[in-house]
């Protein structure tokens, strides 16, 4: 007993260290799983309140470029509606919608980004929006270009994303113009260009093809666009293909979480 | 004597929001970033009881992790640094117990206090980065990094140093 007294005498600075640093490298492994709740994230009060208020002054440094997509995106937005509009007039009252059965499938919620990093392997988000705004863990974030990541922690009023220029990030993916589809990823090297994988052979791939969301998953709906086909290696193990993404993922601001309401019907079937 | 926990609280809470209000959102070149916060581990008083130092170190690296969203490895890195800091103290400027209570950074000659921050500023980049980047694959990121990325830090501390500590 007096031995193990002065051996704790002895390496009581040791034996504190180790403490702590087996504490700091279990957070470290904690915050690479999905599904583990994270206790360091900038998804608290605390974090989210500084965040927010330095957002508040540096937002107006870039508004004249945040107006510009958000005049393009209701062009296009408008343009859509004119085009369906049009489809209703011509089509007549042939199209029945099930008005029992019609359940709106996907909400969207409005955000911002308050903190936004590129450079690092596995890179984080935080947004203004938490669970008193209706947002969980695993939605889907999206703006007007394409897309942004999944939720992964939520606290009252923020909530932290993990962006596709993330190394743990696997998402669903296609073609546009087929339906083959493989698996997003990225390999850390280039912000602007992700990797998909498992595209199976015989799909042909054409540079500049278009590459959206596949909508096999219950996070993404189908058709949010990620990307073109930067350039195909020519038939490696795992079928790589180089993809630019139509976001710069260095300037994201405004953005949509999306919420899909048969997500648990989709999960207890599965 | 009553001031110095007072301006100790006001350098942790001044060098963590430099880090991660500024320093954080500088990326030079893409990936080139000061972690100007282990100034902090360098000031601390030298004391013989340690256990401040070490859990000061431990809380500043948790907080910046907190904002950078990155588990526990700038606590890692910077409790590592806190701990292994007496024995490149010993070492360097070749003090003793005795001499704590009268050691002043600033007093020893440049060339002792470069090889002490130096040492230090390389250990904390380098397990920084290998735990940020998780896996042995991409070696040659690491080394680039830490080596850009000390040098950012040292540049930055040896200048605000020279511009702050001129009154006295």
């Given at each position: 007993?007096?031995?193990?007294i002065?051996?704790?005498?002895?390496?009581?600075?040791?034996?504190?260290?180790?403490?702590?640093l087996?504490?700091?490298?279990?957070?470290?492994?904690?915050?690479?799983?999905?599904?583990?709740?994270?206790?360091?994230?900038s998804?608290?009060?605390?974090?989210?309140?500084?965040?927010n208020?330095?957002?508040?002054?540096?937002?107006?440094?870039?508004?004249n470029?945040?107006?510009?997509?958000?005049?393009?995106?209701?062009?296009?937005?408008?343009?859509?509606?004119?085009?369906?509009?049009?489809?209703?007039?011509?089509?007549?009252l042939?199209?029945?919608?099930?008005?029992?059965?019609?359940k709106?499938?996907?909400?969207?919620?409005?955000?911002?980004?308050?903190?936004?990093?590129?450079t690092?392997?596995?890179n984080?988000?935080?947004?203004?929006?938490?669970?008193?705004?209706g947002?969980?863990t695993?939605?889907?974030?999206?703006?007007s270009?394409?897309?942004?990541?999944?939720?992964d922690?939520?606290s009252?009023?923020?909530?932290?994303?993990?962006?596709?220029?993330?190394?743990?990030?696997?998402?669903?993916a296609?073609?546009?113009?087929?339906?083959?589809?493989?698996?997003?990823?990225?390999?850390?090297?280039?912000?602007?260009?992700?990797?998909l994988?498992?595209?199976?052979?015989?799909?042909s791939?054409?540079i500049?093809?278009?590459?959206?969301?596949?909508?096999?998953?219950?996070?993404?709906p189908?058709?949010i666009?990620?990307?073109?086909?930067?350039?195909s290696?020519?038939?490696?193990?795992?079928n790589?293909?180089?993809?630019?993404?139509?976001?710069?993922?260095?300037?994201?601001?405004?953005?949509?979480?999306?919420?899909?309401?048969?997500?648990?019907?989709i999960?207890?079937?599965? | 004597?009553?001031?110095?926990?007072f301006?100790l609280?006001?350098?942790?809470?001044g060098?963590?929001?430099?880090?991660?209000?500024?320093f954080?959102?500088?990326?030079?070149?893409g990936?080139?970033?000061?972690?100007?916060y282990?100034?902090?581990?360098?000031?601390?008083?030298?004391?013989?009881?340690?256990?401040?130092?070490?859990?000061?170190?431990?809380?500043?690296?948790l907080?910046i992790?907190?904002?950078?969203?990155?588990?526990?490895?700038?606590?890692?890195s910077?409790?590592?640094?806190?701990?292994?800091?007496?024995?490149?103290?010993?070492?360097?400027?070749?003090?003793t117990?005795?001499?704590?209570?009268?050691?002043?950074l600033?007093?020893?000659?440049?060339g002792k206090?470069f090889?002490?921050?130096?040492?230090?500023?390389?250990?904390?980049?380098?397990?920084?980065?290998?735990?940020?980047?998780?896996?042995?694959a991409n070696f040659?990121y690491?080394?680039?990094?830490?080596?850009?990325?000390?040098?950012?830090?040292l540049?930055?501390?040896?200048l605000?140093?020279?511009?702050?500590?001129?009154?006295?």
């Open positions: 007993m007096q031995q193990l002065y051996f704790i005498q002895k390496y009581k600075y040791f034996l504190y260290v180790l403490l702590l087996l504490i700091s490298f279990s957070l470290t492994i904690n915050n690479h799983s999905f599904h583990k709740s994270k206790f360091i994230s998804a608290n009060g605390f974090v989210g309140n500084i965040y208020k330095q957002n508040n002054i540096s937002s107006y440094l870039d508004l470029v945040k107006n510009q997509e958000l005049i393009e995106e209701n062009l296009r937005l408008r343009n859509e509606l004119s085009k369906l509009s049009f489809n209703l007039d011509s089509i007549s042939s199209t029945s919608v099930d008005s029992i059965e019609y709106q499938k996907f909400n969207y919620i409005n955000g911002k980004v308050l903190k936004n990093e590129y690092k392997p596995y984080f988000l935080t947004i203004n929006r938490g669970n008193k705004h947002v969980a695993e939605m889907a974030v999206i703006n270009k394409g897309i942004i990541g999944i939720t922690a939520t009252n009023s923020y909530a932290r994303v993990r962006s596709i220029l993330n190394r743990n990030s696997k998402i669903n296609r073609f546009k113009n087929s339906f083959y589809f493989g698996t997003l990823s990225w390999d850390a090297k280039d912000y602007n260009i992700v990797q994988n498992d595209i199976p052979r015989q799909a791939v054409n500049g093809d278009t590459i959206i969301t596949g909508g096999k998953s219950a996070i993404f189908e058709g666009p990620i990307g073109v086909v930067l350039n290696s020519d038939k490696t193990v795992d790589t293909i180089n993809i630019k993404l139509f976001n710069d993922m260095s300037n994201v601001g405004a953005i949509y979480i999306i919420k899909n309401f048969h997500k648990q019907e999960k207890n079937l599965e | 004597m009553n001031r110095k926990p301006y609280l006001s350098l942790f809470i060098l963590l929001l430099l880090q991660v209000l500024v954080n959102n500088i990326q030079f070149l990936y080139i970033n000061p972690y100007i282990i100034v902090f581990i360098f000031v601390f008083p030298y004391k013989t009881n340690r256990f401040p130092l070490l859990t000061t170190a431990f809380l500043l690296g907080f992790d907190l904002f950078s969203d990155s588990g526990g490895i700038h606590a890692f910077t409790t590592l640094i806190a701990y292994l800091r007496i024995y490149f103290f010993r070492g360097i400027f070749q003090k117990e005795v001499d704590y209570e009268f050691f002043k600033n007093r020893e000659t440049f206090i090889n002490f921050t130096v040492i230090l500023t390389l250990i904390h980049h380098f397990i920084l980065f290998s735990l940020i980047n998780f896996s042995l040659f690491i080394i680039t990094n830490t080596i850009s990325s000390s040098i950012f830090t540049v930055l501390y040896f605000g140093n020279f511009i702050f500590s001129r009154k006295q």
